[in-house]
């Protein structure tokens, strides 16, 4: 290093990035050296989030709409659930759980392509595309003249809403500082709102103007039951409304690791100062700091960008998320964690409207039915709130431990060292993620099993709030655990394994359906316990998996 160089910040901060990831860095395209070019670059990036833009204004907007993504997706989950009994008693399908299958149909495409298109067409495009497509397919749901037709279309939203996790997750991360990734979880609480925006609305739709339950299946006539048309109408409506907000409303910047991917390094730069400037703050990092990186621009073109993204689903990409026997267990234990609760979770709560429905005192109504939905997701979101609590709580806060953190003393030469850790022990803990994620989920399975024994309404709905509650815990903590746990280079291949595994098993939740109760569909169907205890069955095994997790991240800085 020259004299000058030494003397000049501004030019030793570009060198110490290089310097800091020389050894990290080891996939290289030994023909063109891209990628060592592009991955110096976001180090840049990702200091300049750190140290100079923080956590602002800008990343608050961004967290509420793409908060908004999180409950869109939720919305249509739990809209669909919603709408299968009238749906059925209108259009008479041989089984309605067809409709559940051709959403997760769609979701499971929505949730291949959207990930790569956002390599290809931009970050920008896709967040806001995929709130398009779900909104105007799940108004056109709405006008569905029979099953076949509603199933497309419900498939179609799927392929929307399917890709909102990944694109949203992404981009999302993209623009905020390391230091409060921790936020992803709080994004949890989205989704359960989602679940409440679905219920109030079929509520007080389906409630008022359906069909009387005592009307045979096939010959409730459509004039008399438009509510679940008029559900689906005001999701997409609001669905839709949701991409106007992020398309028009709000300012959204491309991301900037993006940009500079595609050689555009000015605008990555001009992201960043943007950023900087909603935050009321600067940055220091100029165009020349991209300049000093051996390799000079980066220029990947549609071709490149696509090899690449496909390459990270190659052995050489996976095969590190199992290096060495502790990491291989870990990895292979958490994507079974994410099949398990993939199946789990709809084969009880994509029929809950179902179950509820069967279960009510013979003297009930469809009113009735909606209402306690309607309780169940209010009960929902403080379990939301309680994860963050618990991820706030074991992750290094006020009362927890203080990992790495040393003070630099002088040392005999005069050079300054990094002291010892400082560790301190907290004042409440509830054993990590890993217990905390045992404990919920376990308690989700015990619910749902007492939930088959219930004797009357009351016990109906408390069994299903409190496993309501608890479910939302589990997921909460879940997606906190599992982008901490695998290895910085190939936490986006394990996140995007993890996400696949558990749209696949989700798939198999109305195959279940069909195969564990009766071909008379609709009441007849709710009636067995067959798909409940499949679910409940499998939160307790997912349960006593996650007791045997080897890697806690509690107060632990991310591998």
Known sequence: MSRAQMQDPEKLKAVDVKDQLADDVDELDTETGVDRAYELKCALVNRTLQEEIGFGRYQLELFALTGLGWMADNIWLQGIAVVLGQVQQELDPTRIEFATLALYVGLIIGASTWGVLADVIGRKLS??????????????????????????????????????????????????????????????????????????????FIANYSCDPSIAQGECMKADNMGWRYTCYLLGSITFLMFVARFIIFDLQESSKYLIAKGRDEEALAVLQHLAKRNGRQISLTIEDFKSIKGGQVHVTTKDILRRTFSQMNLSHIKPLFAGRKLAINTSLTILLWGLIGLAYPLYNAFLPLYLAERVDADSSTYTTYRNYTIISVVGIPGSVLACLIVDWTRGGKDAVDEEEGSSVEGSEGEKTDAAPTKRKTKFSLGGRKLSMAISTLLTGIFLFLFTTSANEAAVLGFSCASGLTQNAMYGVLYAYTPEVFPAPHRGTGDAVCSAFNRITGILAPVIKIATTSSAGGAAAAKANGPIFVSASLFVVASIAMTLLPIETAGKAAL
């Open 127 to 204: 967040f806001n595309i995929t709130l398009f497509i779900a909104g105007v397919f799940g108004i056109a749901a709405g006008a569905a003249p029979n099953f076949t037709a509603f199933g497309a279309l419900v498939a179609c939203v799927g392929f929307g809403i399917g890709g909102n996790l990944p694109v949203d997750g992404a981009l999302f991360l993209e623009h905020i500082p390391q230091s409060h990734q921790w936020t992803l979880t709080l994004l949890s609480a989205w989704w359960a709102i989602g679940q409440l925006v679905a219920s109030v609305v079929a509520w007080g």
